[in-house]
């Protein structure tokens, strides 16, 4: 090692440095510089000046502060089990929440990576957090203590909910909404635990501007729309019509009740407002997937990319373009990605869940679409797909108990009430699936499918009256609507109707009725041969029948709910051509 043969290193002495400074003002300027630090986001510098800050020590320094800014900085950098080290012993509100809350992600953390480690679903569903049993004896001798501020009774809720104590939860995140009824995160956890109208009415909430939000919020969770929508006008004409938070919220609700043209339609104007918004745009994306809009999920996809390629929403956008695309391997591939990034997404889930099932994968179908209820018992979509994969599977009986779930959750939407129908169907419950039907079509059949499958039904029974009423209903609701005429099911209404007509003696409903078979390729053949067999019969002097064989009304067995129905005359087509 050559020696150094310059001058010698002078070295400041330690009072010309800091005798001018005293360490009070030293600790001043750490502190300042750290929080400046972390509100411009420079959250390693800011770590860096709390280092500095905690290895000054003065006599009279509240241990706790010191302590809390030092754990704060690695907290922020996630870095929760050095966090909570160092926060041992401190007595303060504020730093024993972030010790406990430290424990409680760090927790988190180590099953996320075990989860995404994890080989298999059997494993994934295994995979639990081991700090919460700990967590909950502690908080719980602080709860009966009275020692738990609002976020601390928040955290213990959080616990609770984790290790599904539902009821002591909820007790718990009122409490918590009545000591700090600001804070929205305990709102939020009530929603998430709240199953249905009734349940809500037993709450004892505090009388509070905030209660108006999360009512609006829980009432949108649990699809009583209308109500919902009143919510957020009475906040909108309160005073909050600039808030972006609430028109996402109308938009998500007009997307539950399927008005897609006025969800998209709200959704464009919040893009316009906040063009770097990313929150929401998956169920944005949704609407457009619904509709097979490519070129605008396509920019969307582009624009989030641009924006930050990194977010869950984003994942979740990008899944569903290269779904509607068709490339359902890629689509499952960002829906995973969006998983990693947060596995307790719903919504990654589901659509995931989706994408399997198009990929016949059905057990990762199974697997997926249970996490989703983990996520949330609310989301009906998981319930309806674990139902329509049990039906591949050819169990019966399992999709009804899928269904039902599905049902109780959207008892007005028809494509749950036509799933239920079929497994009735499937079980030889004929009954049931005929109230099904009748109901799928009264609440307003969206697929327009339940009245062809309760006219097949009594097709099966041999009720044609019953069966021709039914075709003729359906006939004229789809050209009513108009809907080009390419519904799958027409042809077979029609061949039905001519048949029903021929048999019943009205040449002229029967002729007409074969003349429309006559359209479509799969009845042509048959609309031609029942046309000569009535010009044959006209010619040998047969005459047309003046009345109905039987009068046309559904039975009033079939009427749910009492729901009225009106005679229907024989078929007039001069008011459906196209």
Not at 416 to 443: D, F, I, S, T
Not at 506 to 528: I, M, V, Y
Not at 563 to 576: A, F, G, H, I
Request: net charge positive; aromatic share 12%.
């Amino acid at each position: 090692m050559i020696p150094y043969r310059g001058a010698a290193l002078q070295l400041p002495e330690k009072n010309l440095v800091l005798g001018l400074v005293k360490l009070h003002e030293i600790k001043k300027q750490l502190l300042s510089v750290a929080e400046r630090s972390r509100e411009r986001g420079l959250q390693h510098s800011g770590k860096a000046s709390k280092v500095l800050n905690s290895s000054v020590f003065l006599q009279e320094d509240a241990r706790d502060l010191d302590a809390y800014t030092l754990a704060k900085s690695y907290f922020d950098l996630k870095e929760y089990d050095r966090a909570a080290y160092f926060l041992r012993g401190c007595k303060s509100q504020k730093a024993y929440f972030l010790y406990m809350y430290s424990r409680y992600l760090s927790g988190e953390k180590k099953k996320d990576d075990e989860t995404v480690d994890s080989l298999g679903p059997l494993e994934k569903g295994q995979v639990k957090n081991e700090a919460l049993r700990e967590l909950r004896v502690e908080l719980s001798k602080k709860h009966k203590a009275r020692e738990l501020d609002g976020f601390g009774l928040y955290l213990y809720g959080v616990v609770l909910r984790k290790l599904d104590l539902v009821k002591e939860a909820i007790d718990v995140f009122v409490e918590a909404a009545h000591v700090l009824p600001l804070h929205w995160g305990a709102w939020l956890e009530l929603c998430n635990l709240i199953t249905d109208k009734e349940m809500l009415k037993f709450l004892s909430l505090p009388d509070t501007w905030m209660k108006e939000f999360f009512l609006a919020h829980i009432y949108t969770e649990l699809q009583l729309i209308e109500e919902a929508l009143q919510k957020y006008q009475s906040l909108i004409d309160a005073g909050f019509s600039k808030s972006t938070y609430i028109i996402s919220q109308i938009a998500v609700a007009y997307h539950n009740i399927r008005d897609i043209d006025k969800a998209l339609s709200i959704f464009n104007e919040l893009r316009k407002q906040d063009p770097y918004r990313i929150e929401n745009m998956d169920t944005f994306s949704n609407l457009l997937y619904v509709r097979s809009m490519k070129p605008e999920l396509s920019y969307l996809a582009h624009n989030l990319c641009e924006i930050d390629k990194y977010r869950v929403e984003t994942c979740c956008v990008i899944g569903n373009y290269y779904s509607l695309r068709s490339q359902h391997e890629k689509a499952a591939l960002y829906f995973q990605r969006a998983l990693k990034l947060n596995p307790r997404y719903l919504g990654a889930w589901t659509l995931m869940g989706h994408e399997y099932m198009e990929m016949k994968n059905t057990s990762a179908a199974i697997q997926a679409y249970r996490h989703a209820i983990e996520v949330n018992k609310r989301d009906y979509r998981a319930w309806y797909g674990l139902g329509q994969t049990y039906e591949i599977l050819k169990m019966p009986f399992y999709c009804l108990y899928y269904y039902r779930r599905a049902h109780q959750l959207r008892p007005n939407d028809s494509r749950m009430l036509v799933a239920l129908g079929e497994c009735y169907e499937k079980l030889n419950q004929l009954v049931e699936a005929k109230k099904c039907y009748w109901r799928a079509y009264a609440v307003g059949d969206v697929e327009k499918m339940a009245l062809v499958k309760l006219a097949k039904l009594h097709e099966q029974l041999n009720e044609s009256e019953q069966a021709a009423q039914c075709y003729i209903k359906y006939i004229q609701d789809i050209y009513s609507c108009g809907e080009i005429v390419e519904h799958l099911e027409v042809s077979t209404a029609f061949r039905y109707l001519a048949q029903y007509y021929f048999k019943c003696k009205l040449w002229d409903e029967a002729s007409a009725c074969a003349q429309k078979c006559c359209a479509f390729n799969d009845t042509r053949e048959e609309g031609k041969a029942l046309l000569r067999q009535i010009l044959q019969l006209r010619n040998q002097g047969e005459t047309s029948s003046t009345e109905i064989a039987a009068p046309f009304f559904l039975p009033a067995s079939l009427s749910a709910n009492s729901t009225p129905t009106r005679r229907v005359s024989p078929l007039n087509l001069s008011s459906v051509t196209p």
